[in-house]
């Protein structure tokens, strides 16, 4: 029981780190999540990557 549950921590753990990198991956500035965006600072889609940066 306890390898089961360690498997399946472990699988969640990859599969949402897989998603979080592949998320990052952008066309344009609106596939930038808006994380945090405030008047400063905002999102923007810079060589296929979401760099956070100022206005």
């Given at each position: 029981?306890?390898?089961?549950?360690?498997?399946?921590?472990?699988?969640?753990?990859?599969?949402?780190?897989?998603?979080?990198?592949?998320?990052q991956?952008?066309?344009?500035?609106?596939?930038?999540?808006?994380?945090?965006?405030?008047?400063?600072?905002?999102?923007?889609?810079?060589?296929?990557g979401?760099e956070?940066?100022?206005?």
């Amino acid at each position: 029981m306890s390898a089961t549950i360690k498997f399946i921590y472990a699988m969640s753990l990859i599969l949402f780190i897989g998603m979080e990198f592949h998320l990052q991956f952008c066309e344009t500035d609106e596939d930038c999540r808006r994380r945090g965006s405030n008047q400063y600072w905002v999102y923007k889609c810079i060589n296929h990557g979401c760099e956070y940066v100022q206005r």
